[in-house]
Structures are given as C-alpha cells and as structure tokens.
C-alpha cells in the first residue's frame, strides 16, 4: 500500500490540508479509481472505503490485484471542517457558495490541438496519449483557492482510470446509482451486488459534476475527431447513492464494501470466482424522468409512503400541514416509479423538495440534478 499526501492550497495561515490517497497494486495495466463523502456530511461511503482499504491491502498481499486500485476516503477535508452550532454542513463550500461537487473542470477543448499531431488510427495507442496529455495539463494547473486545488487533486488522481466510483448518499433514500447510458453495460454488474433500487442514466445531468467531467474530454474528443481517429469511451463512471445520511453502520458498509469487491472480481480487476449475479432490483431508468415533488407550502411534513415502495400517477406520496391556516396539502406523485428518496427534515419551506420518484418516461431537461 502508498499513502500519498495531496496538499491544498491553505485558504489561510495555519490551516493546510491535504488529500490522502491509497494506492494499490503494480502502477501499470488498468486503474481503479474509488472516492468516498465528496459532499463532507455524506458518510456512509467513508466507512465503505475503511473497509475497502482492509480488502484491498489483504488483495495486494495475497497478489490478486489485476489492477492499480486508488482509494480516497476523505475526498473532501475542506468541508469535512464545516460543523455550526453542532450541526454538520459539507456540502457547498463557504466562501463561494458553490456545491462541492459541481463546476469541475471541463479539459476536451484544450486538448485538441495537442493532440493533432500525436494520434493514430490505433486506438489502444490513443487512449494512451490522451491519458498521458491529462495527466500532462491537471500537473501544470496553478490552482488560486482551496476549493479549486482539492478540485484539481481529484481530478488528477482519477483522470487515467478506467472505473471510477463516486461514494455519495442521500437525505433518506434505498441505494441507488447514477451513470451513463454507454457506461451502464459495465456497472450493471455493480447494481446487482450492491442492491441498488434505482439506475438514474443520462449522458449529461447538467452542473458539470465529478463523475460527468471525468468523461467530458472523452466525449469531446470523440466528436472532435470523428472520422479521423478511433477515440475510446475512455472510464466508466458511476456515483453510488448508498442509501441516507443516517445509514451508517459497520453491518451496512461492510456489505458494501464486499458488493464492490465482488464486483471488481466479476469484472476481472481482482483475480478470483466472483459471486453469482444477484437479480437486478429494477431496471434503469432516464434521470430525465425523474418525478421531484416540492411542499407548495411550508409547513410539517407527513410521510405517506416510504422510500423503496412501488408508486402510481395520483398516489399520495407525503402531505404537508400547515396547522395555523389548517391547510393540509397532498404531494401527488406524476409518474408510475420507485420513491428512492425524501427529505430527511420533517419541515418544509414553500418550495422545497420533498421527494424524488424514478420514473420511465422523460419529465424534464437542462440540469436534472438536485441542486
């Protein structure tokens, strides 16, 4: 095992911080790239990854590692630092208002030119240079503030990897995933192991998250020279939604972190028989067609169905009551779906998002995700 230090740019005098790395296995052949509580107050996925790492260094020992697997457990100190008046925070950093996990940045562009002259008509040959020109401009990046250096950390720590795992969770949720389209043949395999009840796919959620811009050179690249060289489809991409923010336990992530094990077996990375495939819970889904229910009034929450359940167009999925005016109004759900996930809060402000549905038929555009 390598521990590796990636120090932050200090936001102040005396307050440095870094991202702590692990990597695994010999330095060539494919790479792995797993992170864990982007969003600081996330911490199911912590406890996974303290887990993984247990796993992954018994692997290495035993010399089952077909892979180079790095590991980032605390991918966000800066906000892990964020408690008020005993109250976790995490999730947008303080000084520029911005989600921890937006606004990541976007290389295709800048990559073009460089690349001209460098590019085959062998397209093992081409995913070569274009890792190595990304490796080549996340190095020379000069980052101003905290927030962009941990951006630009974890962008270099991932960008040449073929699998990378995002570990998130929600407010109160079963667990469930986000990906790609294109990427979704290979992280079915994951879906199953883990459980997941819901399979969000878009090509682009809008926000430029993690996940996404790990991708977008590849994308861009492929459009870019499009009847002139063969680009691959570059990483597969997958955020795990592993259930909510109370969902921590040593029972939950320990059967978590054996379902990725399982799953780097079943696709080769990690030498051994992997489990048989479990029956996927519930197809994939557009996350375009996502049903999002908001409070049209403030007022206390009433859970009427729980997350998991199975729900039709007209069902009463919660109700808010706002006791001085004795209104008591019903959020109707739009779509057939599984309710995956609500509030953790049981009050709500006028507008605010209670519950999400996945749904099969396509509601919405632009940016899909919560914001």
């Given at each position: 095992?390598?521990?590796?230090?990636?120090?932050?740019?200090?936001?102040?005098?005396?307050t440095g911080r870094a991202i702590t790395s692990y990597a695994f296995g010999a330095e060539h052949g494919p790479k792995v790239y797993i992170q864990?509580?982007?969003?600081?107050?996330?911490?199911?996925?912590?406890?996974?990854?303290?887990?993984?790492?247990?796993?992954?260094?018994?692997?290495?020992?035993?010399?089952?590692?077909?892979?180079?697997?790095?590991?980032?457990?605390?991918?966000?100190?800066?906000?892990?630092?964020?408690?008020?008046?005993?109250?976790?925070?995490?999730?947008?950093?303080?000084?520029?208002?911005?989600?921890?996990?937006?606004?990541?940045?976007?290389?295709?562009?800048?990559?073009?030119?460089?690349?001209?002259?460098?590019?085959?008509?062998?397209?093992?040959?081409?995913?070569?240079?274009?890792r190595a020109a990304l490796r080549d401009t996340f190095a020379a990046l000069e980052p101003a503030t905290e927030l962009e250096s941990q951006r630009?950390?974890?962008?270099?720590?991932?960008?040449?990897?073929?699998?990378?795992?995002?570990?998130?969770?929600?407010?109160?949720?079963?667990?469930?995933?986000?990906?790609?389209?294109?990427?979704?043949?290979?992280?079915?395999?994951?879906?199953?192991?883990?459980?997941?009840?819901?399979?969000?796919?878009?090509?682009?959620?809008?926000?430029?998250?993690?996940?996404?811009?790990?991708?977008?050179?590849?994308?861009?690249?492929?459009?870019?020279?499009?009847?002139?060289?063969?680009?691959?489809?570059?990483?597969?991409?997958?955020?795990?939604?592993?259930?909510?923010?109370?969902?921590?336990?040593?029972?939950?992530?320990?059967?978590?972190?054996?379902?990725?094990?399982?799953?780097?077996?079943?696709?080769?990375?990690?030498?051994?028989?992997?489990?048989?495939?479990?029956?996927?819970?519930?197809?994939?889904?557009?996350?375009?067609?996502?049903?999002?229910?908001?409070?049209?009034?403030?007022?206390?929450?009433?859970?009427?169905?729980?997350?998991?359940?199975?729900?039709?167009?007209?069902?009463?999925?919660?109700?808010?009551?706002?006791?001085?005016?004795?209104?008591?109004?019903?959020?109707?759900?739009?779509?057939?779906?599984?309710?995956?996930?609500?509030?953790?809060?049981?009050?709500?402000?006028?507008?605010?998002?209670?519950?999400?549905?996945?749904?099969?038929?396509?509601?919405?555009?632009?940016?899909?995700?919560?914001?």
């Amino acid at each position: 095992m390598q521990v590796t230090h990636h120090p932050l740019v200090a936001a102040s005098p005396g307050t440095g911080r870094a991202i702590t790395s692990y990597a695994f296995g010999a330095e060539h052949g494919p790479k792995v790239y797993i992170q864990a509580s982007l969003h600081a107050d996330e911490l199911p996925g912590m406890v996974v990854a303290w887990y993984l790492k247990r796993h992954f260094a018994e692997l290495e020992a035993a010399g089952r590692l077909n892979a180079r697997i790095v590991l980032v457990p605390v991918a966000n100190p800066a906000g892990l630092n964020q408690h008020w008046f005993g109250t976790q925070m995490g999730r947008f950093d303080m000084q520029s208002g911005q989600d921890f996990n937006r606004r990541f940045p976007a290389l295709g562009p800048g990559l073009v030119d460089g690349l001209k002259q460098h590019l085959t008509g062998d397209e093992t040959h081409n995913a070569r240079a274009i890792r190595a020109a990304l490796r080549d401009t996340f190095a020379a990046l000069e980052p101003a503030t905290e927030l962009e250096s941990q951006r630009i950390a974890l962008m270099t720590l991932a960008c040449d990897a073929d699998l990378i795992i995002d570990m998130h969770c929600d407010w109160e949720a079963v667990a469930h995933l986000y990906t790609t389209p294109e990427a979704w043949v290979r992280i079915e395999p994951l879906a199953r192991y883990l459980g997941s009840e819901a399979q969000l796919l878009a090509d682009v959620s809008g926000g430029e998250p993690f996940d996404e811009a790990c991708v977008s050179a590849w994308r861009y690249l492929r459009d870019a020279f499009a009847g002139r060289f063969p680009i691959p489809r570059g990483a597969a991409t997958v955020t795990l939604e592993l259930r909510g923010v109370r969902d921590v336990s040593r029972e939950t992530a320990s059967r978590d972190a054996q379902a990725i094990v399982d799953y780097l077996t079943h696709a080769g990375f990690i030498s051994g028989d992997a489990p048989a495939l479990p029956a996927l819970a519930n197809p994939p889904t557009p996350l375009a067609g996502c049903d999002y229910l908001h409070a049209p009034i403030s007022g206390v929450i009433l859970h009427a169905r729980e997350v998991g359940e199975r729900v039709c167009a007209g069902d009463v999925v919660a109700e808010v009551l706002d006791p001085l005016h004795d209104e008591l109004v019903p959020l109707i759900a739009q779509s057939d779906g599984v309710l995956y996930a609500r509030h953790w809060t049981r009050f709500a402000t006028a507008g605010m998002l209670v519950a999400r549905i996945a749904g099969a038929e396509v509601r919405r555009e632009g940016d899909l995700l919560v914001p």
